[in-house]
């Protein structure tokens, strides 16, 4: 028995080790990052992502459910050991001052089986631990210090763009918004609908209709693999997430579950906004982890469709990036835009645009706040807090805010006129 026990040992050991190396190297190594992603990854997206791409619902959804339960039961128990432990200290310090004879210094019946069982739910509890941190190196965190997409299918950037660039690609996008929106399906409301390959949308059919978009979505990727080699490959299947609500709350479009090797989406929000959502979690599975080249990637799978409904979700997904970029150099110096809009007028994005721009309707929202158990605001606060915190921790200096680096990727996209 302690042979068996000094093995379980010697793995854990073993096991811990091999992440803190796994981490030092890929923080000091871009080569090895760049290695491991073209190389070992994709196995783990080929193989765990087929198996659990086999159910139907997120299977990461539900393990993150168990790690929640596991983790509060966890923080539980401790109190309860602590007090159990202390009551136990205290009476064998009774019997050993004499009172042995009144039962004092004897455990309870069944304390034995009690500590049995909290011995082993740690020790399974600290296994759990390692496997996450161990699974989460490999799907995760070794990803975010690989060679960017610019760096490998762009060159060499000198991070120099004028405010004429901006304007202009911003132009490009706002033009194809302005024309996508005109010939966009409607419902009765004014509402965007996605007719796709089976007729009008009607509740009846709307797992059937975000099947249809997940599947292309999975089309338009494997396109874009011809042109970038890393994005060639085995996608699994999109899928909704059963906590759609609560993504809301975070104003979450999506997930990439590492543990799962999973791309997740939210159900609840508008449509139009299913089948960016769906391509830029795909590109997390194809090593991209970073969010900014996540949007790029599925901007440009969305409007080289020849679907209209995917053009229009891929340019209006970059539209409020570049929009606010725009602004901010205004507000920055009113003399340098004036100087630049002297050279190129921004072209003025349709008030039909901004309506369709919509994350959840009003309806879902009335809904969502009625039967939430805790303050949309304080969910989005702690989420935001969250991945800012988890972007640092990964070597993302500047946080959150690199999310709008997708300006950056337009800007060297149209400069070399790769469009």
Request: charged share 20%; glycine share 10%; hydrophobic share 45%.
């Amino acid at each position: 028995m302690k042979i068996k026990k000094h093995i379980q040992i010697i793995i854990f050991v073993i096991i811990g080790l091999l992440v803190v190396v796994l981490n030092a190297a890929a923080w000091n190594s871009r080569a090895f990052s760049d290695w491991y992603i073209a190389n070992i990854f994709p196995l783990w997206v080929n193989l765990y992502g087929g198996l659990t791409g086999v159910f139907a619902f997120s299977v990461g959804e539900w393990m993150l459910g168990a790690g929640i339960v596991l983790t509060a039961f966890a923080l539980l128990l401790g109190p309860v050991c602590a007090v159990a432990g202390a009551v136990r200290g205290i009476r064998r310090l009774i019997g050993r001052c004499g009172a042995g004879s009144t039962g004092g210094g004897q455990e309870p019946a069944g304390a034995g089986g009690f500590w049995r069982f909290a011995a082993g739910f740690y020790r399974f509890f600290a296994w759990t631990l390692l496997i996450v941190c161990l699974v989460m190196t490999l799907n995760c965190f070794i990803l975010y210090h690989g060679s960017s997409f610019s760096e490998q299918y762009f060159g060499e950037d000198d991070g120099e763009y004028d405010l004429t660039e901006l304007i202009a690609v911003h132009n490009i996008v706002a033009e194809q918004c302005n024309y996508l929106a005109a010939v966009m399906e409607r419902d009765e409301s004014g509402r965007v609908v996605y007719t796709g390959s089976g007729g009008e949308l009607r509740d009846a059919e709307y797992r059937v209709k975000l099947d249809d978009l997940a599947d292309r979505s999975r089309e338009l990727m494997r396109g874009l693999g011809k042109e970038y080699p890393r994005l060639d490959g085995f996608y699994p299947r999109p899928k909704a997430l059963l906590t759609s609500d609560l993504m809301c709350q975070q104003y979450m479009k999506g997930y990439y579950f590492p543990f799962s090797m999973e791309a997740n989406y939210n159900d609840v929000m508008q449509i139009r906004n299913m089948p960016e959502t769906m391509c830029h979690e795909l590109a997390h599975l194809r090593g991209y982890i970073f969010e900014d080249e996540a949007n790029f990637i599925a901007y440009l799978a969305c409007t080289r469709s020849d679907d209209a409904f995917f053009q229009y979700s891929g340019y209006l997904g970059v539209l409020v990036y570049l929009n606010n970029d725009l602004y901010r150099a205004w507000e920055e110096s009113r003399v340098s835009y004036d100087a630049a809009v002297a050279v190129i007028q921004p072209v003025t994005v349709d008030s039909q645009v901004w309506e369709d721009n919509v994350f959840v309707t009003q309806e879902e929202w009335d809904r969502i706040n009625g039967k939430a158990l805790i303050d949309t605001e304080i969910v989005d606060e702690i989420s935001d807090a969250f991945i800012d915190a988890n972007l640092k921790v990964n070597g993302v200096t500047d946080g959150a805010v690199s999310y709008s680096r997708v300006v950056r990727l337009l800007l060297q996209y149209y400069r070399k006129g790769l469009s």
